[in-house]
């Protein structure tokens, strides 16, 4: 059995030292790091983080060994029965997935920081942690006393531990399942109103899919004093991270509600039911997939869903969810140049930044608007008998349970088994295609009697100029252009920090200032690389930047029973 010890000698250095203890059962093995962590398929290579990497035998003497990859060590046993590898791994850094140490806390995602030996991934594994007597340990693994087991190097990959003296823990039990919450971090925690909100889409998530992946589920929360919102899912517990800590309980609460609700559907989806290219995942490379529309587009559509199916929103609020999509695919113009599959291979080369402008589209946004067409196509077609939610239950029971990742093929075929009809075309022009999803959503929406409106802007930036900025200090940077309007035209560039209109500076006020000037020529002062640049912006007799909006419309009582049947809980 391999042990891990975990040690926090000087938590200010932010050095955690970690020894490894592995059997040996060949000549030669080699020892890996992971180079990505599951939720975010991109390569991470924590190697970067890895120092005195050492290496003994079981006489204590040094092994030589060789690096042969960026985050892979070989080396000869020789007659050794086993090894022992040491290194410390340096844990600065602070959010849903990563590994954090300093004196309040020792916060470690094991997949950014174990190395295991090639070939043993199955091999259970003990977790030794030497912290302080009066740290607190939150964590999915079974724990006895300071000790920490895991099956194999899977479970302990995907399950993160919080070691601190300050956590503050709850928990609620649905049927035979207990989720457990803990918060680190500065927070005054509302339990009765957190407690309710979790139990009411938690029961709703696991009536659809009859049955919870595990025994326990644990939410770990991470409160930080900064403005902070993202969440990574684990196999049987999920990471949120959030921010500042005054308003996690305020105004930042249906972002509180709505992150949580997405990774615990995740649970199923993609900690079960998984594509089939990451089945199981390979730690040592891309794991290339195009279904990050069933990932995180299903899980994101579902997410906020069960929170209105649940009673923790009213329907106004989950429009508003399902309008912030809207208005995120339609102000991307990468929409007219790569698919959300395609967009999802490329998660592994630049997924999770803005990147080159209008060349790509997000997984989460275009795969949760296609999810609600999906939905409505399985509804219409079935009759009203069947949703999305039956095809999720479906995978999960007969793909996951049976031991099978999913393949395009697999979730297309299912989908058209279930509605009744069949969904190919669906998948080559939108999933794998680009084209417009305006008339897909207009549709959608008319079945269900509701009415997708667009509006131009009334912001005066995005609405008359066309572009889009947000503040920096008193000024303002430019972040999207629309092609064709005064602001392409006059030479705006993304980046570009605009200080004045007119000659008078912004001082926090561009829309004011351009509003002030509406009916006079604009001369837009912009520092670019170190240059001062004046822009002159011509008139476009044109609107730039549309609003959308969801609204309920008068309709017959036929779309009115289907809009029953569909929102029905
Ligand atoms: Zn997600």
């Known amino acids: 059995m391999t042990q891990y010890t975990f040690s926090i000698a ?48 079981d006489q204590n003497e040094p092994v030589s060994f060789s690096k042969i990859t960026k985050d892979s060590w070989q080396i000869a046993c020789r007659n050794s029965k086993k090894i022992k590898v040491s290194y410390l791994y340096y844990a600065s850094e602070l959010n849903a997935g990563s590994t954090y140490l300093d004196k309040n806390q020792l916060y470690v995602n094991p997949v950014n920081c174990c190395v295991y030996l090639v ?39 995907d399950s993160p531990f919080i070691c601190s003296p300050s956590l503050q823990y709850n928990e609620y ?28 889409f938690s029961k709703k998530q696991m009536e659809k899919f009859g049955v919870f992946p595990a025994e326990e589920y644990h939410f770990f929360f991470q409160i930080v004093p900064y403005k902070a919102y993202h969440g990574v899912e684990h196999l049987t517990s999920t990471v949120i991270l959030l921010g500042p800590s005054y308003a996690v309980f305020e105004e930042h609460y ?14 199923w989806n993609v900690k079960a039911i998984r594509p089939i290219e990451m089945f199981p995942y390979d730690f040592t490379k891309e794991n290339y997939s195009r279904m990050g529309y069933l990932c995180e587009g299903v899980t994101t559509y579902m997410g906020d869903l069960f929170l209105y199916k649940s009673g923790v929103f009213n329907f106004p609020q989950y429009v508003d969810e399902l309008k912030a999509q809207l208005q995120k695919h339609f102000d991307n113009f990468g929409r007219f140049n790569y698919s959300v599959a395609d967009s999802s291979f490329d998660t592994w080369l630049d997924g999770y930044v803005p990147g080159a402008p209008s060349r790509k589209v997000s997984i989460y946004t275009e795969g949760c608007l296609l999810a609600f067409a999906t939905d409505v196509f399985i509804i219409k077609h079935s009759k009203g008998r069947y949703k999305l939610d039956d095809v999720m239950r479906f995978l999960y029971h007969e793909f996951y349970l049976h031991g099978k990742g999913v393949s395009e093929e697999d979730y297309k075929a299912v989908i058209t088994k279930i509605a009744g009809e069949n969904i190919e075309s669906m998948f080559e022009e939108f999933y794998n295609g680009t084209a417009s999803y305006e008339s897909l959503l207009t549709k959608s929406f008319d079945y269900l009697g509701l009415e997708m409106t667009q509006t131009p802007s009334t912001t005066y930036s995005h609405g008359r100029l066309g572009f889009k900025s947000i503040p920096q200090a008193q000024n303002f940077i430019v972040k999207a252009i629309f ?87």
């Open 10 to 57: 000087h938590p200010e250095q932010q050095y955690i030292s970690i020894n490894v203890e592995f059997d040996c059962s060949q000549e030669t093995e080699i020892i890996q790091l992971p180079s990505w962590r599951p939720g975010r398929y991109e390569l991470s290579n924590f190697a970067k983080n890895i120092k005195n990497f050492k290496i003994f035998n």
């Open 119 to 157: 070939g043993q991934e199955n091999e259970a594994s003990k977790i030794h942690l030497q912290i302080p007597d009066h740290y607190e340990i939150a964590c999915a693994l079974p724990t006895d006393g300071r000790t920490m087991t895991a099956e194999n190097f899977d479970q302990l990959a």
């Open 173 to 200: 039990t649905v049927k035979e399942t207990k989720f457990k919450l803990w918060f680190q971090g500065e927070i005054k925690v509302d339990w009765d109103l957190l407690i309710r909100d979790f139990d009411a």
């Open 254 to 267: 249906k972002e509180l509600l709505g992150v949580s609700s997405h990774e615990l559907y995740h649970a």
């Open 483 to 569: 092609p064709g309007s005064p602001a392409e035209l006059g030479g705006m560039m993304l980046e570009d920090e605009i200080i004045a209109v007119n000659n008078y500076t912004c001082n926090g006020e561009l829309e004011k200032w351009l509003q002030y000037f509406d009916l006079d020529a604009k001369r837009i002062t912009v520092l670019r690389k170190g240059t001062l640049l004046e822009l002159l912006l011509p008139e476009v007799d044109r609107k730039f930047y549309s609003v959308y909006d969801i609204k309920k419309i008068e309709s017959p009582r036929e779309v009115q029973h289907n809009a029953f049947l569909f929102w029905s809980k």
